[in-house]
């Protein structure tokens, strides 16, 4: 059998397989960030489709943090009722999941949380509207606020929680030089600039212990003028794997309006498949921890190939599964066709509208 549907650890997390449901923002809770049923169903059904670890979207840890309308969230106790109803699901369905704790920072819509966004650094030309720049203080408040909301997802029956800092979101701009222009100890050298990282996964750990398996997505790079490099990237994934991380997602670019760059537009080939690779390989052979590669993934042969010449330990995909939530199970069965994802994100528009997010093109396709 291929290495692909063994089964495999992170930390004391044991999972059936090495396919990981990365996160996105399905746009399904409530206005106040509350788990609904339809949610609920939705992870349900990637549950039973064969993944071996669900992600969940983006979570915000705190009410300023908030990216996106009907965005999950996990900053205050009273969601962790709603939280439990939808891993006790999942579990029931044979599968493990993460929640990953999110803050948007920049991208954070004033008109959504009623609040300036908190920024790294507030600089002539970030925006033409008020942002707050963190202080120390606010610093060491908005570790605790992720130490916190790990607190919760451990108590809302989470197998464990990732960290996003990827994407141009408020940690990845704190790594990010564009972003981060700060003269303090938060700032200049990519030591300072990956702390705040550093001190999150140390509270983390003190507030959940050291077999709560602790994961983060990040930029290998932001492919951005004086953006993140993947040589400060490196640096970054050492220090984090050293403070106690047990596996890094590696992900890239920045929010550029609504869309990320690179772009991720018409993926239909095995050649523009996996399209961090090469930052993949520079990870591997520095980082000692398991590495989750997400970008573009869409056939069982590009997965299989990269898991077995040890490039990576775990794949990753979300936009297949969007459409196809039991792909994996249907590579396993011997079905071997590419995933039908047309790659075209079509399936963010009916999120945006407060439908939540599915495959448009295959609702054209039933319709015609």
């Known amino acids: 059998m291929s290495r692909l549907f ?4 992170i930390n004391d997390m044991k999972l059936a397989n090495h396919f990981v449901r990365s996160a996105t923002w399905e746009g399904m809770a409530s206005p106040e960030g509350e788990v609904t049923q339809k949610l609920i169903n939705t992870m349900t059904a990637l549950a039973r489709g ?3 670890l669900i992600i969940s979207g983006h979570t915000y840890i705190r009410q300023e943090g908030q990216a996106s309308p009907w965005q999950l969230g996990v900053y205050k106790d009273a969601l962790v009722p709603g939280l439990c109803k939808m891993t006790e699901a999942v579990h029931e369905a044979g599968c493990k999941i993460v929640m990953q704790l999110a803050h948007a920072g920049h991208f954070a819509p004033e008109n959504l949380t009623g609040q300036p966004p908190v920024v790294a650094s507030n600089y002539e030309g970030l925006s033409l509207k008020p942002r707050k720049e963190l202080t120390a203080q606010d610093i060491q408040d908005m570790v605790a606020a992720f130490a916190d909301a790990a607190i919760r997802a451990r108590s809302a029956g989470f197998d464990g929680v990732q960290i996003h800092a990827a994407h141009g979101y408020l940690l990845s701009q704190f790594l990010s030089p564009i972003f981060n222009r700060r003269g303090d100890g938060y700032g200049g050298s990519i030591q300072n600039r990956a702390r705040i990282h550093v001190e999150v996964v140390h509270a983390i750990r003190k ?3 050291k077999d709560f398996p602790l994961l983060i997505k990040m930029n290998c790079q932001d492919f951005a003028e004086n953006g993140l490099s993947l040589e400060d990237s490196l640096i970054a994934g050492e220090l984090l794997a050293d403070a106690g991380l047990d596996a890094i997602e590696l992900s890239g670019g920045l929010l550029t309006g609504k869309k990320l760059s690179p772009s991720r537009i018409g993926i239909n ?7 961090f690779r090469e930052e993949l390989s520079a990870f591997k052979k520095k980082i000692r921890i398991p590495l989750i590669l997400v970008g573009g993934i869409r056939s069982v042969e590009v997965a299989e190939q990269l898991v077995a010449d040890g490039s990576t330990d775990y794949i990753a995909m979300s936009r297949p599964l969007i459409r196809e939530p039991d792909l994996v199970s249907r590579w396993k069965s011997g079905d071997r066709r590419r995933a039908e994802c047309k790659s075209d994100n079509l399936c963010f528009g009916p999120g945006l509208e407060g439908g939540g997010i599915y495959c ?9």
């Open 269 to 275: 080939s095995a050649e523009k498949e996996a399209y």
């Open 207 to 209: 507030a959940v212990g």
């Open 360 to 368: 448009v093109s295959l609702e054209h396709e039933k319709t015609k």
């Open 50 to 52: 064969g993944v071996g």
């Open 6 to 9: 063994e089964s495999s650890d």
